[in-house]
Every structure is written in structure tokens, then in C-alpha cells.
């Protein structure tokens, strides 16, 4: 065995040898719309942040304990985008999705997979953004905000969006590109409405309030409800799980040595594609570190411009709206918490503020729900095809036979739990856990790309410092949830 060949089994760890090839040349032509048709991850992941954070968690917070805490959106959202840089920058380089890339690490494959897939489930697995989607529509039925009393027609409608989520992503060439032009779409209506309806709704005060808030840097007002707080900074930005699926759908947009992967297909339009159970590597060549620095540039301009000022735009023009429209220190209702600002709006616009609310909180909620479904089944799925031969094997190399059989799975395991408890406090609970899955990746993604990565790869020290903050920053909110909700230790 030559030196070389025992380097890199060392580096692939507990996984298989990766295969040596080129990097893709990437897209050197970025002006007009030829940029938007390489972005696209960023825009899945702003659906998803656009939802249970920006128009649930964070209006329950502003709305009671006032804009100053926007603060926490200001960081959470910062060191997010850092960890993505990082867990992405692994994908670049060998085409793996970041779970992938945890499985080659000590103590194992069955370590990891299990841990994240328990993790994932827990945290989307509830199927709280199709009940919020579904008080939208109850709201619109029964002409008022729906109660406890309608929490049957909430969960009857729950039960039929959650279907239609798994049904849409059987459509399209890629699931990528449906969930991508589904939140095009979203983001383009749904911010630029909610712009506009805040120019003409929101005091002058209230905005000003709102970009204080974003710099009022370790503010927490007394009582504060540690689950809201917690929840607040889990699902600032996206959070969580669906952190760690950016990197599944970077690869299938084919960034870096995605395009040498493959990717998954929909069951309808879509075609067999072979995908490679494990990663492929380039050489640290001119050629090769001139291709990473184009797609790098690429994925900052994905992560900044889209994800970054995306998500604090989507937290701040939801907040502001609902603490000009309701009465500040109000519960926000539990079973009518997509269409809560409704009744604030009709003082304001009449019928058709209440129509205005209810759309917005409708297609927000939508968008995420069928966000969730994606990334938990697709995560799981990639996990599977790495580490169980016998699956690939019975699947004959058609990934989506286990992705969709997975996604059965999930649906039905999402109606098993779809009535557990109120839509709001499903929220919650899966953002504080969200806060426990990003501290991990951190800590996981230093030390992975510091073991597979070679140094004309990887990341500089400061961008370890900061991931290192994301564990502390994370990991703090997360054992404050535990200890004051789960072990029931005043805080």
C-alpha cells in the first residue's frame, strides 16, 4: 500500500475511500439572471425560515416582551450562516451532504445516523407547520380566529395539508428545483406584500423600534418565557435540522462535486439517476483550487445576499406588523396563531386586511411545511444510501425508492402524532431542539473538515472561532430549555 493511498483512507475515516477527480468548472458568468438560475439552496432554506420563526415564534415574542429582543435574530442568524459556510465548504469539496460527512467520524456510522435521525424527527417530525397552515384555512371558514373548540377542524385540515405536502414533491425534474421555485414564488409575494402592507400600516415609531431592537445586544426582559426565548433563537433564520439539509440540496443543485454525486430525482417527471453512495475529492492542483474559489464565491453570494439578509428581513417586516396591529402583552391564540394578525388588520383594512392575513400566514406556513417533509425524509434517505449496502442493493441504484419509501413513513408518522398538543408549543419544543442539533454540527464540522480536508481547503482559524461560538451560543439556550422544561429546575 503506497503513502498516499494509506493518507487517504485515513482521511475518509470510518467510511470508504473517496475517488480523485476534477473539481467542475463553475459558472464564471454571473450577471442578471444567469446569477438567480445558479442560486437557488439558499431561497429553499429562506421558505423555511420565512414560517414557524418569522411569522409564529417571533410575533408571540415581539408581541409580549417587545422589538428589543430582535437582537437575538441579529446573532442567531450570523453564526447560522458561518455554520453553513463551513458544513457547506465539506460538500464542495466531496460532493457528501454534512451527515454523510459526520457518519465517516469516530465512533461510527450507526453513531451518527441514528443520533440525527432521531434529532431530525423530533425536531420537524411534528407536524406543527401544517396545523398553523391549517389555522389559516379554518380561519377563513368559519369567518373569525378558530378556538380550542375548532381544534378538530384544525387537525382534519392539518392532516389534509400535511398529505398534499408529501404529493407536491413527488412532482418535477429534481425536488430541488420544485421546492426552489415554490419559494421563489413565496419569497417574491409574500416579503414584497408584507413591505408594501407595512408602509402603509406601520408607524414610523414601530419600524425605528424594530431596527433598534436588531442591535439591542444582550437584552432579556424580566420573566421572559425561557421555551418562547429558546424557541426565539432556534428558529431565528432556519435552525436546526434543516441547517444540516442545505447542504443535501446543495448537492443536488450541483455545487462543487455535487455534480459528480448525483442527485435525487421526483417521482414524476423525473428520471433513474445513479447517486453515488459516497463522495468524490479533486487534487490540490491550480486548476482545481482556482474552481473552488469560484464556487466559493458563488456559495457566499447564495448565503449573504439570499439566506442572511433574507432572514432578518422575513423576522423584522412579520414583527413589526403584529406589534403595530395587537395589543402589546397579549398572548398571541394558540389554535388561530397563522391567522392571528387578522383581527388586528381588519380594524385596519376592513375585510380585505382579514383576507391579507390570512394569505400571508397561509403561504408562509405552506412553503415550510413542505420544506420539513423534504428535509427530514431526504437527509434520512442520504444517510441510509451511504451506510446500507443492502439497501442500494434492493432499491437497484434507484434512490427513489427509498426516499419515497421513507416519506410514507413520515407521513404516517406525522398523522400519528398530528393532534399531540397545541400548534404554538409544537413550535417551540422542536426550536429549542433545533438549538441542540446546530450545537453539535458545530462542534462535528470543525472537526470533520480538519480530518478530510486538505489545507489548501480548509477553513482559516477565525472561522473556527466562530463556529466554536455557535456550540457555546447554541448549546446555552439549548440547556437552559432542558434544564427549566425537561428537568423542571427553576431558572
Known sequence: MSEQTQEERE???CGPAFEVTDLPEPPRDLRGRKLFAVLGPAVIALGGTIGGGEWLIGPSVFVKYGLGL????????LLQVFLNLEMVRYTLYTGEPITIGFMRLKPGKAFWGWLFTIAGFMERGLPGWALATATAIVALQLGRIPGAGDSGTVTLWGIIIFISCAVIILLGRTIERTLEIMNWAMM???????FLLDLYIVPARIWWDGIKGFFNFGYIPQGVDVLLLGALVGYSAYGGFGNNAITNWYRDKGYGMGSKVGYIP????GKVIHVSPHGKVPPTD?????SWRGWWKLLNIDQWAIFYCGAMIGMFLPGILYVAVMPAGQALP???IAASSASGLISKLGNFGWFLALFFGFWVMYSTAISNVDLV???STDMLWFAQPGMRKWAKDDIRKIYYTLLIVFVVWGLMYVNITLPLIIFAISANIANFTMAISAAATIRLNRKVLPKEFRPALWREVVLILNVVFFGFFFSIFFLAKILGIKI
Not at 70 to 77: Q, R
Not at 266 to 269: E, Q, R, S, Y
Not at 286 to 290: E, H, L, V
Open 266 to 269: 421526483a417521482a414524476i417527471g
Open 188 to 194: 417574491i409575494v409574500v416579503l414584497g406584500g408584507l
Open 377 to 379: 425524509v431526504r437527509q
Open 11 to 13: 482521511r475518509a475515516g
Open 334 to 336: 394558540s389554535w388561530g
Open 286 to 290: 491550480a486548476k482545481n483550487i482556482d
Open 70 to 77: 430582535l437582537w437575538i435574530t441579529t446573532v442567531s442568524a
